[in-house]
Every structure is written in structure tokens, then in C-alpha cells.
């Protein structure tokens, strides 16, 4: 079956930490990016970060650049995103989704193609 799976999300403390998971399956990952996005209540979703499954390389929003590091496990065909420093304001629930390989890349949702069912982060004291 072809699907993406997150896991890993929950209620957090400010100043705290999660990683989240994306387990991929019924596809192969090399050919594509996979990315993480996020969506708030009442807002709409937004880019997070991507990583380009064959080299490794990455994108972050500035919203999060130096906070969330994102990283893949070809073996197990796992995305991870490790957020720190979290934020009230990064409470929301987290998607992650797949964009076949281009020549350019990008953090715009309506390009990916496949999507997780989402898990739910929440940054609260």
C-alpha cells in the first residue's frame, strides 16, 4: 500500500523537544523529496522543510532554521524531524508528504502528492 505514516507528536512544553517520524511504503523513496509541513487551526498549511531522499540535501523555512533538523533513514524509509526549542506558535498538526524529483524544489504544498494523515503538535505551558 502506498501511504506515508507520522508519528511522534504530542504536548510539549516551551523550550521542549519532539521528533517526529514519517514512515514511508509501497514506493520507492529515491525518487522523490519528502517534505514536512505544518497547519495551525485556522491557517493555512505551510511549508516546513524538505529533504531530497537521494542526497540528503535540505530546506528549512526561516520560521525554523536553526530550531528543526530534518534527516532520513534510507534502510528503515523513515524522514524524521527533530524540533527543538519549540514554541507556542508551532503548535499545529504536522503533515508530511512526497514530491517526485524536479529540477527545482520547493515547500509548495499543492506540488506533493501523497500525503500522511497528520499528528497533532501542541507547545503549551
Known amino acids: 500500500q502506498v501511504q506515508l505514516v507520522e508519528s511522534g507528536g504530542g504536548l510539549v512544553h516551551p523550550g521542549g523537544s519532539l521528533r517526529l517520524s514519517c514512515a514511508a511504503s509501497g514506493f520507492t523513496l529515491d525518487y522523490y523529496s519528502i517534505g514536512w509541513f505544518r497547519q495551525a487551526p485556522g491557517k493555512e498549511r505551510e511549508g516546513v522543510s524538505y529533504?531530497?531522499?537521494?542526497?540528503?540535501?535540505?530546506r528549512y523555512a526561516d520560521s525554523v532554521k536553526g530550531r528543526f533538523t530534518i534527516s532520513r533513514d534510507n534502510v528503515k524509509k523513515t524522514v524524521y524531524l527533530q524540533m527543538n526549542n519549540l514554541a507556542p506558535e508551532d503548535t499545529a498538526v504536522y503533515y508530511c508528504?512526497?514530491?517526485?524529483?524536479?529540477?527545482?524544489?520547493?515547500?509548495?504544498?499543492?506540488?506533493?502528492?501523497?500525503w500522511g494523515q497528520g499528528t497533532q503538535v501542541t507547545v503549551s505551558s
Open positions: 508528504a512526497r514530491r517526485r524529483l524536479a529540477t527545482t524544489n520547493t515547500l509548495d504544498p499543492k506540488t506533493y502528492d501523497l
Open positions: 529533504i531530497i531522499i537521494l542526497n540528503g540535501s535540505t
